[in-house]
């Protein structure tokens, strides 16, 4: 496999980490404190819709050191502007073979994401499915910005930040959060992955995932909201990537 590196995807860089490259990257930064940038951000069809219309989310994750493709979308598309993909490299896929691997250093690690109930359920699930990584405070996403400010200044030996809020404010966390804890490794795993580990939501069974029918399977748990984002966003999706492909 080739060395993962950025592309330009039009309005966003993209990065070509498969989940192995992916985890061989936060293993390097674990060891080396003094490297920078430090955050792991995704991009899938719902994020670059995002990205498209909102200038701040977009400086955001192009300051990022790895945009992975989270979406079979992206993966797809990804050869009309250049760039090879080898893989999708699903967040939750990646924090699992991240958690399961057996030559990391110990972290401590700080979970952001979901509500109060269910984040601390996924932070005692993660730290219980682990041997290395240990979830010392969990913290519901539904705060205001001044709350996440003075909780992260209680972190700053914290070896890991996770989060899961959902765009844009996962990406306003990260960005806060490599400000204020600038050794940690911060990392976005996506809300839907708290919600796995918190039980709340069943994960797509692996044969969807391989096929790159994730969203599907969300589709059919959660109608109602998530009809505009798969049905109408995948559309305008591609409307935005044909304007960028004429346009460039």
């Known amino acids: 496999m080739s060395e993962p590196y950025d592309f330009n995807y039009g309005i966003l860089k993209c990065s ?7 985890i061989l990257e936060i293993k390097t930064l674990l060891a080396d ?9 995704c991009v899938n069809a719902h994020i670059y819709n995002m990205a498209a219309i909102d200038p701040c989310l977009r400086e955001k994750l192009n300051a990022s ?17 250049g760039g090879k993909i080898p893989e999708r ?3 939750t896929e990646a924090f699992r073979i991240f958690l399961a691997e057996p030559n990391m250093p110990e972290t401590k690690a700080v979970l952001f994401g979901g509500k ?21 405070r969990a913290v519901s996403g539904y705060l205001d910005d001044d709350c996440y400010t003075d909780i ?7 070896d890991l930040i996770l989060i899961g809020m959902g765009t844009p404010k996962s990406e306003q966390i990260a960005d806060l959060a490599s400000r204020m804890c600038p050794q940690a490794v911060t990392w976005h795993i996506g809300g839907g992955t708290i919600l796995f580990y918190a039980g ?15 969203w599907l399977h969300r589709l059919c ?28």
């Not at 404190?33 to 951000?41: A, H």
């Not at 109930?117 to 979830?135: G, K, Y």
């Not at 939501?201 to 994730?214: D, N, S």
């Open 16 to 22: 070509t980490h498969s989940k192995a490259q992916l």
């Open 33 to 41: 404190k003094n490297i920078r940038p430090r955050i792991i951000n």
């Open 65 to 81: 050191r790895i945009i992975a493709a989270d979406g079979m979308s992206i993966v797809w598309t990804a050869r009309l502007f």
């Open 89 to 91: 490299c699903n967040m």
């Open 116 to 136: 109060d109930n269910e984040v601390q359920i996924a932070a005692d699930a993660i730290t219980n499915s682990s041997s290395h990584c240990r979830v010392i």
């Open 152 to 158: 992260l200044e209680e972190l700053q030996d914290v």
């Open 200 to 214: 709340v939501v069943r994960e797509a069974p692996t044969w969807l995932r391989v096929a790159g029918l994730q």
């Open 221 to 248: 748990l959660e109608p109602r909201r998530m009809w505009k984002r798969y049905l109408i966003g995948n559309l305008k999706f591609i409307y935005l990537i044909t304007k960028e492909l004429l346009r460039g």
